[in-house]
């Protein structure tokens, strides 16, 4: 499948961790990136690559990537975090496609 | 310091075209890419397609390639994007960003035009 697909949605408790997750045939091949988006904002990326985190984006925020699926783990959720999280990659021919979308709720 | 600045909302007819800008400041234009998503009120986001700044090849989604063209102006550092024969399911806000499949993400980001296609 060409596809990305990602759980609609998550709750985690303040303070706790949350890990979500991204599944398709092109993670076999390429790294995933990471997108939070809160309401009527623009995307921001959170991590990309293997284990890289964008400066400024907290140390909470991490990677990983086994097989077709990519996961991003949120350690120690914090109310900030409440938002919206897309993955993202390309695949063979460059073109890239963003996965279903996550979203994350803060308790 | 990078910005991404983009053009501002607009309001279309069916049938019309759309001309989007982007204008990127902070880095060298040409050492950088720039993708094209959007999203549909209440949507994710859909990549469109990115640019080559240094020579002009682009890559688009199937979905829109017979529809879409981007281009740049390097003298002013500013990306475009062209949509034509909109519908009404083309609404959205169109996002400009820095990056395509050689650095495999997105990193900085315009702020987003809304785009209204009504009759």
């Known amino acids: 499948s060409s596809e990305l697909t990602q759980d609609p949605a998550v709750s985690v408790a303040l303070g706790q961790t949350v890990r979500i997750t991204c599944q398709g045939d092109?993670?076999?091949?390429?790294?995933a990136s990471w997108y939070q988006q809160k309401p009527g904002q623009a995307p921001v990326l959170v991590f990309y690559g293997r284990r890289n985190r964008p400066s400024g984006i907290p140390d909470r925020f991490s990677g990983s990537s086994s097989g077709d699926t990519a996961s991003l783990t949120i350690t120690g959720a914090q109310a900030a975090d409440e938002a919206d999280y897309y993955c993202n990659s390309r695949d063979r021919s460059g073109r890239h496609v963003f996965g279903t979308g996550t979203k994350v709720t803060v308790l | 310091q990078v910005h991404v600045v983009q053009s501002g909302a607009e309001v279309k007819k069916p049938g019309a075209s759309l001309k989007v800008s982007c204008k990127a400041s902070g880095y060298t234009f040409t050492d950088y890419g720039i993708t094209w998503v959007r999203q549909a009120p209440g949507q994710g986001l859909e990549w469109m397609g990115w640019i080559n700044t240094y020579n002009g090849n682009t890559n688009y989604t199937e979905k829109l390639q017979d529809r879409v063209t981007m281009t740049t102006d390097t003298s002013t550092s500013t990306a475009y994007m062209e949509l034509r024969s909109l519908r009404s399911d083309d609404t959205a806000v169109y996002y400009c960003a820095r990056g395509d499949s050689f650095t495999n993400y997105f990193d900085y980001w315009g702020q987003g035009t809304l785009v209204t296609v009504s009759s």
């Open positions: 092109r993670l076999r091949s390429y790294y």
